[in-house]
């Protein structure tokens, strides 16, 4: 029996890939999942404070992972990583030419950045292993951090602070930074719009793309629960 879902937000809780809007039928579902006794939490490579108001607001109890797993709060907040010198942000963003997110500045180990269409992926991702970093891009922005676990800390940290088993646990998203997340998960679920590498590593993927497969999934999963 699945008792809380893991999920992740940019690509999978929105309308498609190339926005921020949420979907508003897969808010619905979140909270139909929610008041059917399964719990619902967020992953994602967004900062602390954005996540937990976006939760609190949709009306979500399954907890939070943020900054790709750095951070993780269910009644109480746990940082995870190591902080990332500030400094060492700013000479990537100055380097590669990059944007830094706003939400940088209530980031502590993983920063984001927005990309232009002349980023040198490969240089980057060489600079930031020279540093003793990793580098990921989430389709979104690139995250560098000293983390090289991925969500995969947040989420095992969520999962005991509940006092659950894998077994109980889905978790659901759509792009290379979810491959951690659906390892730690019992029943782990790509979305139809995924990227390949996370279709792999998955037991279902949905027939519906971003937040229309969010609603497929826990539409099976209260049905299974019925019968």
Known sequence: MIRLILADVDGTLTIDRQTYLLNLDAVKALRRAESSGVKVGLVSGNSYPVLRGLAQYIGLTGGVVAENGCVAFLGNLERLCPPLPKNLAEEFAFTFGLRPSWQNQFRESDFAFYIS???????????????????????????????????????????????????????????????????????????????????????????????????????????????
Do not use: C
Request: charged share 25%; net charge negative; proline share 2%.
């Open 117 to 227: 269409p002349s980023f040198d992926a490969k240089a980057a991702a060489e600079w930031a292993k020279s540093k003793g970093l990793i580098m990921r891009y989430s389709g979104y922005a690139v995250h560098i951090s000293a983390n090289s676990n991925g969500k995969a800390i947040g989420v095992r940290k969520i999962i005991e602070m509940a006092g659950l088993r894998k077994e109980e646990v889905a978790g659901i998203g759509d792009s290379s930074t979810d491959v951690e997340l659906l390892a730690e998960v019992g029943f782990p679920v790509a979305l139809a719009n995924s990227t390949l590498d996370l279709k792999r590593v998955s037991a279902l993927v949905t027939e519906g793309a971003s937040g229309e497969g969010v609603v497929e999934l826990i539409s099976r999963l209260l049905e299974e629960e019925v019968q």
